[in-house]
């Protein structure tokens, strides 16, 4: 099945800081979803980019179909954005998506 | 607003018990999904259903069956609780393929 790593495995900011956080994959792709998990275990849907860039607020992602890989950036960052970001995929006609390990992300003040 | 409702938060549980994990979506969504999540393997999926009373197998359904009489429901049922079943077990749903998925807030199971 497919491949999906996520980097870089756990990553720790000041407030305020920047970051990009990475998807690869090893198929092509139907669907590609960007995921944050709260410290309560709630997981929020952030994007869903199969191609292309969009924005929301302070996050922004970009997936790069031909080349396989998806970049989430967070700026200015907060306190509230820690957890654990994953990001998801499938394939075909298939619902169901495949996750990465995720990125677990601290910001401290 | 979107909204997935899994009935028990927090369960404690004996080895050999039965268990039921419920699950309900109030969207009128086609697909619904069990995951479950473990440290550093990240969400698996054990099992999906498409449509009333249809389910695939996921990746990891050894151990597990689904039930699934309403549109709106999606049972997970553990038929002999074992210590390694020990988790967290997310439920979601999603109106069709390419669709945003919803996910609930979570059950965590403990097998003592």
């Known amino acids: 099945g497919i491949q999906v790593e996520q980097s870089p495995p756990d990553l720790i900011l000041q407030e305020g800081a920047n970051s990009t956080l990475r998807c690869n994959f090893s198929?092509?792709?139907?669907?590609l979803q960007w995921f944050h998990q709260n410290p309560w275990g709630q997981l929020i849907n952030l994007f869903y980019?199969?191609?292309g860039t969009k924005q929301n607020g302070r996050l922004s992602a970009t997936t790069v179909a031909t080349e396989r890989y998806s970049l989430l950036y967070i700026s200015s960052s907060q306190t509230t954005d820690s957890g654990v970001y994953f990001c998801?995929?499938?394939?075909?006609?298939?619902?169901?998506?495949?996750f990465g390990t995720g990125t677990r992300l601290q910001v401290t003040l | 607003d979107v909204k997935v409702t899994q009935s028990s938060r927090y369960l404690v549980k004996r080895t050999g018990e039965k268990v039921f994990l419920e699950c309900v979506q109030d969207?009128?969504?086609?697909?619904m999904f069990w995951y479950r999540q473990d440290p550093g393997l990240g969400l698996r999926l054990i099992y999906f259903?498409?449509?009333?009373?249809?389910?695939e197998k996921g990746d990891i359904p050894e151990g597990y069956s689904v039930s699934r009489e309403k549109k709106e429901r999606f049972s997970l049922i553990l038929e002999s609780a074992s210590t390694n079943q020990t988790s967290m077990y997310l439920c979601?749903?999603?109106?069709?393929?390419?669709?945003?998925?919803?996910f609930g807030e979570g059950s965590w199971l403990t097998v003592v």
């Open positions: 980019i199969p191609s």
């Open positions: 259903s498409y449509d009333v009373k249809m389910k």
């Open positions: 969207m009128d969504h086609e697909n």
């Open positions: 979601a749903s999603s109106r069709g393929a390419g669709n945003t998925i919803y």
């Open positions: 998801a995929v499938n394939t075909g006609t298939a619902s169901k998506l495949t």
């Open positions: 198929d092509s792709v139907n669907n």
